[in-house]
C-alpha cells in the first residue's frame, strides 16, 4: 500500500539530500522503521534509518560529500552513519534474511525494499517513506502498520512463529514496545496469535546472548510504566526463563484462613511508585532495586501459628541474590553493589519508628547507607503499599519522622559520608608500630562510640578516645 502523506514529517534537509544522491546513483532510498513510526506518533526522532537498494556503505559515502560529513562504516554489518544536525542517519543496504534454528545471526542476501520490509519485526516497524524525487513522501505500507498504530496494535508481519523463531529476541522487542508506546490515553496490546506463539516457542531466547536479554529489560525499565513489560513477561512464561528468582514471588498461600500479600505483585507496583519520580539515564538502577527489592521472600517465606506468615531477612537474603542475577546477565557490577546496598538496607528507615528514631540508629543508617540515602529514602517511600488507606497514612507519617530525623541528624554529626578521624597512618606514628590487628580495633572502638553518640565526630574527641584505651591493647605513646 502507497499513499501520499504530509504534515512535514520530511522537512529536514538530509532527506532532500538523499533523494538527490539516489537519483544521482540510481537507486531507490527509503526512512525505514522506528523514525517513521515516531513521526505518526507526534514523537521526536532524532535516530534515522535509510535503506537503500544497492550498497548502503557507497550511498552513505556519497551523501557524506555531499554534505561534508564524517562517515563511519563498518563492512562486517554492511552499514554507515553520520551525523547531521543533530540527527544520527544509519544507512543499510535492503536485503533479505534466512535463518539456520541454532543461530539468530541471519544468512544476508541483497534484496528489494519489499524483501527488507519482510524481515522487520512489526507491522508499524516495517513502514517506510519514499525519497524518490516522483513519490517523495509517499508511504510504503504494505502491511497495514499504520492501522495497527492507530489501534494499537503489536503485530509481525510474517506468522509469528517463524518471526521469533528465527530471532528470538523479537519476543523481548515486542514487550518492550508494548510497554514503551502505551500512555494513559491508549495501550499498545501485542495481537493474541503472538502472545500464543511466545508460550510454544519461549524456550528459543536459550540462544540468545545474555547482554542482548539484558539491554532489552534494561530498556523495559527505563519506560513510563515498567510493570507493564513484567506482567506479559510471566504471562507468556518467559519471566521464569530470565528472571526466575522475581516470577517466585508469584501467588498467595493461605493457611487456616490466613494469606500473604501476592509478592509479585507488591513488587511491581512499588516499581510503578519508583518510575512516577525517577526519569533520565539515571533512573535504570534504582529502578533494578525496585524490582529486586522483595526477591528474598520466596526463599525466607515460612508460616508461624502464632503470628502468621513471616518474610524475616528476606532483605539479608535478597541482597545475596542480587550479584548472582546481575553476573548471570553480565549487568555492571559496579551498578550491582549500589543495587544489593539497596536491598540489603530497604527495611531500615521504617523499622527506625518501630524500634524507636534514636540519633544512634539514624547515625548508623546514615553511615551504612551513605551518599546513596535519598535514593534508600526513595525506595522506602515507595515500598509503602496497602489496600488499607489508614495503614498507609500511619506508615507515610512514620517515615516522615524519620526523614525529619535523618536531616537533623545529618547536619549535627555529618556521618552520611562518615571518615574515621584517627587513621591507621596516625595510630602508627603515634605508637611507634607498625601494621597489626591493634590499629583496627582502635580505629572501630572510635568509630563505634562516633555513632553511638558517645563521643563527638571530630579528631580532638577521637584521638582522646583513642589514647585512653590504647593501654588496653598494650599501646603506649613514643612522643
Known amino acids: 500500500m502507497s499513499t501520499k502523506v504530509s504534515g512535514g514529517f520530511l522537512d529536514k534537509p538530509i532527506f532532500k539530500t538523499v533523494s538527490e544522491v539516489a537519483a544521482e546513483m540510481g537507486v531507490r532510498a527509503f526512512v525505514i522503521g522506528g523514525y517513521v513510526r515516531d513521526c505518526f506518533l507526534g514523537r521526536p526522532s532524532n535516530d534515522i534509518d535509510i535503506v537503500v537498494e544497492g550498497s548502503g556503505i557507497e550511498f552513505a559515502k556519497a551523501v557524506g560529500r555531499k554534505t561534508g560529513s564524517y562517515v563511519s562504516y563498518f563492512k562486517n554489518f554492511g552499514t554507515a552513519m553520520l551525523h547531521a544536525d543533530g540527527d544520527?542517519?544509519?544507512?543499510?543496504?535492503?536485503?533479505?534474511?534466512?535463518?539456520?534454528?541454532?543461530?539468530?545471526?541471519?544468512?544476508?542476501?541483497?534484496g528489494t525494499l519489499e524483501d527488507d520490509q519482510l524481515r522487520r519485526d512489526f507491522t508499524i516497524n516495517a513502514m517506510a517513506f519514499s525519497l524518490q524525487p516522483d513519490s517523495f513522501g509517499e508511504l510504503v505500507d504494505p502491511f497495514g502498520g499504520i492501522r495497527d498504530l492507530a489501534a494499537g496494535i503489536i503485530r509481525t508481519p510474517l506468522d509469528p512463529d517463524t518471526t521469533y523463531s528465527d530471532d528470538p529476541?523479537?519476543?523481548?522487542?515486542?514487550?518492550?514496545?508494548?510497554?514503551?508506546?502505551?500512555?494513559?490515553?491508549?495501550?499498545?496490546?501485542?495481537?493474541?496469535?503472538?502472545?500464543e506463539s511466545m508460550k510454544r516457542i519461549g524456550d528459543r531466547i536459550s540462544i540468545l546472548s545474555r547482554e542482548r536479554i539484558a539491554e532489552e529489560l534494561n530498556k523495559m525499565l527505563v519506560t513510563a510504566k515498567p510493570s507493564m513489560a513484567f506482567r506479559i513477561l510471566d504471562e507468556v512464561g518467559l519471566l521464569g526463563r530470565i528472571l526466575p528468582q522475581l516470577s517466585a514471588l508469584k501467588g498467595i498461600e493461605n493457611v487456616d484462613g490466613r494469606g500473604h500479600k501476592d509478592n509479585f505483585a507488591h513488587t511491581l507496583e512499588v516499581l510503578d511508585n519508583v518510575a512516577a519520580v525517577t526519569s533520565g539515564p539515571d533512573?535504570?538502577?534504582?529502578?533494578?532495586?525496585?524490582?529486586?527489592?522483595?526477591?528474598?521472600?520466596?526463599?525466607?517465606?515460612?508460616?508461624?501459628?502464632?503470628?502468621?506468615?513471616?518474610?524475616?531477612?528476606?532483605?539479608?537474603?535478597?541482597?545475596?541474590?542480587?550479584?548472582?542475577?546481575f553476573s548471570n546477565l553480565t549487568l555492571s557490577m559496579d551498578a550491582m553493589k549500589y543495587v544489593q546496598k539497596l536491598v540489603r538496607l530497604h527495611m531500615r528507615p521504617i523499622a527506625l519508628v518501630d524500634d524507636g528514631v534514636t540519633d544512634s540508629a539514624v547515625r548508623r543508617l546514615l553511615f551504612d547507607a551513605g551518599d546513596d540515602i535519598d535514593d534508600l529514602m526513595l525506595l522506602c517511600?515507595?515500598?509503602?503499599?496497602?489496600?488499607?488507606?489508614?495503614?498507609?497514612?500511619?506508615?507515610?507519617?512514620?517515615?516522615?519522622?524519620?526523614?525529619?530525623?535523618?536531616?537533623?541528624?545529618?547536619?549535627?554529626?555529618?556521618?552520611?559520608?562518615?571518615?574515621?578521624?584517627?587513621?591507621?597512618?596516625?595510630?602508627?606514628?603515634?605508637?611507634?608500630?607498625?601494621?597489626?590487628?591493634?590499629?583496627?580495633?582502635?580505629?572501630?572502638?572510635?568509630?563505634?562510640?562516633?555513632?553511638?553518640?558517645?563521643?563527638?565526630?571530630?579528631?580532638?574527641?577521637?584521638?582522646?578516645?583513642?589514647?585512653?584505651?590504647?593501654?588496653?591493647?598494650?599501646?603506649?605513646?613514643?612522643?
Open 88 to 110: 544520527e542517519i544509519e544507512f543499510v543496504g535492503a536485503r533479505k534474511e534466512s535463518y539456520r534454528r541454532e543461530s539468530r545471526k541471519p544468512i544476508v542476501e541483497d
Open 169 to 195: 529476541l523479537r519476543m523481548l522487542r515486542a514487550v518492550r514496545f508494548a510497554t514503551k508506546l502505551s500512555t494513559p490515553e491508549m495501550t499498545f496490546e501485542i495481537v493474541p496469535e503472538s502472545l
Open 283 to 325: 533512573c535504570l538502577w534504582i529502578r533494578w532495586a525496585a524490582l529486586l527489592h522483595d526477591i528474598g521472600k520466596a526463599v525466607v517465606k515460612r508460616y508461624e501459628p502464632e503470628t502468621g506468615w513471616t518474610f524475616h531477612g528476606h532483605e539479608v537474603v535478597g541482597a545475596k541474590q542480587v550479584p548472582k542475577i
Open 381 to 479: 517511600n515507595a515500598d509503602i503499599t496497602s489496600k488499607n488507606p489508614a495503614k498507609v497514612a500511619r506508615l507515610r507519617k512514620n517515615f516522615e519522622l524519620v526523614k525529619t530525623k535523618l536531616v537533623e541528624v545529618e547536619e549535627k554529626d555529618a556521618v552520611r559520608n562518615f571518615k574515621n578521624p584517627i587513621t591507621g597512618d596516625y595510630v602508627m606514628e603515634v605508637y611507634g608500630i607498625g601494621p597489626c590487628a591493634e590499629i583496627g580495633k582502635l580505629k572501630e572502638i572510635v568509630k563505634e562510640a562516633i555513632l553511638d553518640g558517645i563521643i563527638e565526630n571530630n579528631f580532638e574527641s577521637a584521638d582522646r578516645l583513642m589514647r585512653e584505651k590504647a593501654p588496653e591493647f598494650g599501646l603506649t605513646p613514643v612522643k
